[in-house]
């Protein structure tokens, strides 16, 4: 069994930070733990847009605080994010994600897990790790 509090992983080098600050990650379940999926907390700061494009990765996130949106590239459709939302990235699915408000708080799951250390490149993608 594994457990892990949150509270243990703030400050450490399974906490991710955005190269431009627009959130952090942090990383509670990771490959190396063998479950086949990887799983996070990431916080996403107000007033923020970043870009993203899984290539390499599927990800699920549920909303469980703040506010934002999430705006679909390929369409220009805009989806508002509270607490109980979820959206999932079935099709690799690029867009962007706006901090709103309020710091938004996520809770993510990835198929193929993080290995732990991936940051976005200039892309908005994840390197596919070994």
Aim: net charge negative; proline share 2%.
């Amino acid at each position: 069994m594994i457990v892990r509090d949150i509270k243990n992983i703030i400050g450490t080098d399974k906490e991710i930070h955005a190269k431009d600050g627009q959130w952090c990650s942090r990383r509670m379940l990771l490959k190396d733990d063998g479950m086949g999926y990887s799983f996070h907390e990431t916080i996403i700061r107000a007033n923020t847009k970043t870009h993203i494009h899984y290539q390499n990765h599927l990800e699920a996130v549920y909303c469980v605080g703040g506010n934002g949106k999430i705006e679909e590239i390929k369409n220009g459709k805009v989806h508002e994010l509270h607490d109980g939302v979820m959206y999932a990235l079935n099709e690799h699915d690029e867009h962007y994600l706006y901090g709103g408000t309020e710091d938004m708080r996520m809770i993510c799951v990835f198929n193929p897990p993080l290995k732990g250390t991936e940051n976005h490149d200039e892309n908005g993608v994840y390197p596919l790790e070994d």
